[in-house]
């Protein structure tokens, strides 16, 4: 079944405790991107890649790193989680980062983290 | 300015009647647009892409993109109580291959 997985679903942490949310998609997609969706703002982009080893920033991208070694994976990293990065972060992959790309993002279920 | 904006709604239709989901964008250079539906608690899935000026029509989906007023909209007809959702437009720009969603609009459909 194609899919975006994301792990974990579900996270509550405290302030400064470096996490890794991960994100793996099957469908051999070159482009992938993270976002956060809170109340008021929509999704909002943090990074994307449109291909392995290549990165940029999306709209919100302080304090994330990211990380693009395979072309499957792309784990999202806080360093030093804050209170204000308590938030629904979605993964999302597309066919292709070229002029083949039909724009149809995919996206994982979510990821839930809480930062106390 | 927002790259998106959407009217947040809440938009409340009769079952059968037809919704009418709008949105406008800043950025000209914009190329690609796109309508996604989100079930409360779930992730977006998209429903409707269109790149060129005028109609596209899928099933009771109608998206209509005017590229020179930089607006996108949605008509659901026969609208039923599963098209219920929160309802994102987004745009796509290149280069660089971002996507920019607006804050979307909720639409309840009342049997």
Known sequence: EAQVTQNPRYLITVTG???????SQNMNH??????RQDP???LRQIYYSMNVEVTDKGDVPEGYKVSRKEKRNFPLILESPSPNQTSLYFCASSLS?????TGELFFG???RLTVL | QKEVEQNSGPLSVPEGAIA???CTYSDRVSQSFFWYRQYSGKSPELIMSIYSNGDKEDGRFTAQL??????????????????????LCAVNRRPGNQFYF????????IP
């Open chain 2, 66 to 87: 005017n590229k020179a007023s930089q607006y996108v909209s949605l008509l659901i007809r026969d609208s039923q109580p599963s098209d219920s959702a929160t309802y």
């Open chain 1, 17 to 23: 405790k470096k996490l890794t949310v991960t994100c």
């Open chain 1, 97 to 101: 980062s070229g002029l083949l790309n």
């Open chain 1, 40 to 42: 008021g703002l929509g």
């Open chain 1, 30 to 35: 070159e482009y992938m991107s993270w976002y």
């Open chain 2, 102 to 109: 607006g804050t979307g609009t909720s639409l309840t459909v």
């Open chain 2, 20 to 22: 009418s989901l709008n």
């Open chain 1, 109 to 111: 279920e979510g990821s």
